[in-house]
Nanobody, 126 residues
Framework: QVQLAESGGGLLQPGDSLRLSCEVTGGSFRRYVMGWFRQAPGKEREFVGAISRSGGPIYGLDSVKGRFTFSRDTTKSTLYLQMNSLEPGDTAVYYC???????????????????WGQGTQVTVSS
């Protein structure tokens, strides 16, 4: 059974940095395209971005380009989201997800993700 577990959320101030982690167990991490999503209170879930099997990043939101970085460590079966220059608008529950099929036209649009974590809260407030 594939399981994803996010960690690293917290309460931050504007301008702070934070790194989220997502550990994958019960599956073959190398096979998955990994994505990050977030959902703010009262809003729909949005696709933050993804990282391909080979480590290539795909950004789903223009607002995070230049501030957020995706990476993955195959030896640890862990996905990371480095978030810099955090803004109040980044406040949300952040979810990681895995795409087993890895179809490009799907995962670059935030679709086709088979497995999901439980989410971790990130709050940015002064």
């Amino acid at each position: 059974q594939v399981q994803l577990a996010e960690s690293g959320g917290g309460l931050l101030q504007p301008g702070d940095s934070l790194r989220l982690s997502c550990e994958v167990t019960g599956g073959s991490f190398r096979r998955y395209v990994m994505g990050w999503f977030r959902q703010a209170p009262g809003k729909e879930r949005e696709f933050v971005g993804a990282i391909s099997r080979s480590g290539g990043p795909i950004y789903g939101l223009d607002s995070v380009k230049g501030r957020f970085t995706f990476s993955r460590d195959t030896t640890k079966s862990t996905l990371y989201l480095q978030m810099n220059s955090l803004e109040p608008g980044d406040t949300a529950v952040y979810y990681c997800a895995a795409s087993e099929t890895g179809i490009y036209s799907e995962y670059v649009r935030g679709r086709g993700y088979n497995y999901w974590g439980q989410g971790t809260q990130v709050t940015v407030s002064s």
